[in-house]
């Protein structure tokens, strides 16, 4: 069984990070053990063999595709906030109006224009809280790297 020490030293030999005690030790366990030693002569064949592997660079078309996938993407995504703003824009400027006429009228009960008022005062706070919610937990959420 290969523990983890062993292991931890290992890589550290591999990748020429190991200090001099830790080398020493490291010395120590493989002339100590013939299964760490073979473990450890097996890691370096496989470390030589990954060095001399080199990446296939992508072609001038994957490129293209790859950055014209990014420019749609950027791109719609601010084609539907400029169209959410303009939305918002508008039908908040429709509600105003709409609310504003209907307590300017005289045939309407006062109990009708308070509850009105208080309906659509209501929904503002309401939506407040939710954008404020999103934004605080956007920014403290701890999982929003997973994909669900």
Do not use: C, H
């Amino acid at each position: 069984m290969i523990n983890e020490k062993f292991v931890v030293l290992m890589e550290k030999y591999l990748s020429n990070e190991i200090s001099n005690e830790e080398k020493k030790e490291f010395e120590e366990m493989l002339s100590s053990d013939s299964n760490l030693k073979a473990e450890f002569e097996e890691q370096k064949k496989i470390k030589e063999v990954l060095n001399k592997m080199k990446l296939k660079n992508p072609s001038r078309e994957v490129w293209d595709s790859y950055w014209m996938g990014i420019y749609n993407r950027i791109e719609r995504g601010i084609a539907w906030v400029v169209i959410s703003i303009g939305a918002l824009i508008f039908f908040g400027y429709a509600s105003y109006e709409i609310v504003n006429a209907f307590i300017k009228d005289t045939q309407a009960p006062p109990l009708a224009k308070i509850g009105i008022a208080m309906l659509v005062f209501g929904g503002l706070i309401l939506l407040f809280s939710i954008i404020r919610e999103k934004i605080f937990t956007s920014k403290r959420d701890k999982y929003k790297e997973i994909q669900r």
